[in-house]
């Protein structure tokens, strides 16, 4: 038997989320999740932690999740609110790059979501940034993603990276410490929405869940490939969780590039933390 372990929201996209004990998923992912965004002030679009690092430096949370509102806690402990005039300058100043937050838009708005310049004009030197590969190491599958983030930062509706949920079991987390001893595999390095509790398993399960379809709660969810992970795994989130590459070496030399599974929503619902998972014959 496996049971949802925790439950994870991410009110900004990059910064650090929260748990929480229950959510809603609806066809576009778990209700207020990534309803915020950073728009880049000098080479334009929605920009994550894959260009911007220190946004995982800060830590996001909902003070009222009708209205959007959420508070975000800087670096050195100071607080600010998205409904405060200096947010933007404040968070620019904590990241040391110029950006503005803005909030989620509707899909029709393409040009909200349309990718902004690129870094480098040589395609393999800004892909290898962003997957955080050296020249001696393979870049993903990019045939296992939606044809629409090429062109767009997310797809247009929403500001995940590829699909609504990233599910990680217990099992995978305790198989990353184990195998890097040296490096602090905290769960936030990851950002998953889902942690599934695998019990005894070893290595990574989920990476054979691809194809099915699960039961958590009143909602059903289908895992459709494994996650490649770029640059974001090796960035600073606390001083406890330092840059570290080791932890990237690690996914793309030992586990094919990936660390845990891509799902979307086929059945929306809800459920709680506990709750049982199961597959679906």
């Known amino acids: 038997m496996m049971k949802v372990q925790e439950i994870w929201l991410y009110p900004v996209k990059s910064m650090m989320g929260q748990t929480v004990q229950n959510c809603i998923l609806t066809e576009t992912g778990i209700s207020g999740d990534r309803i915020w965004a950073a728009r880049d002030q000098e080479r334009g679009g929605i ?74 004009t040589d ?11 050296t020249e001696d190491e393979p870049l993903p599958d990019f045939s296992i993603f939606p044809p629409s983030i090429m062109e767009f930062e997310s797809p247009p509706g929403s ?29 936030r390095r990851f950002r998953p929405s889902l942690v599934i509790d695998s019990g005894e398993l070893d290595g990574h399960p989920e990476f054979s869940w691809k194809g099915r379809r699960a039961q958590i709660g009143t909602a059903q969810i289908e895992f459709l490939s494994a996650c490649p992970r770029c640059v974001m795994v090796t960035r600073a989130v606390t001083p406890q969780i330092p840059v570290d590459r080791e932890v990237l070496r690690h996914i793309v030399r030992d586990l094919d590039q990936n660390v845990g599974i891509y799902a979307r929503i086929t059945t929306p619902g809800s459920f709680n933390v506990g709750d049982e998972m199961s597959f679906i014959p």
């Open 47 to 120: 920009r994550g932690a894959k260009k911007i690092g220190g946004l995982m430096g800060l830590a996001a949370r909902h003070l009222d999740q009708a209205t959007g509102l959420v508070e975000i806690t800087l670096p050195d402990g100071s607080i600010v609110r998205t409904d405060e005039q200096s947010v933007h300058q404040v968070v620019s100043t904590a990241i040391e790059h110029p950006v503005v937050l803005e909030k989620l838009r509707a899909a029709q708005d393409l040009e909200h979501f349309r990718r902004g310049a690129p870094d480098s």
């Open 123 to 133: 395609v393999m030197q800004e892909l290898r940034a962003v997957f955080g590969r």
């Open 159 to 187: 500001y995940y990276d590829v699909w609504p949920l990233m599910v990680m079991t217990t099992s995978a987390l305790r198989s990353l410490a184990m195998s890097v001893p040296s490096s602090n595999m905290d769960v």
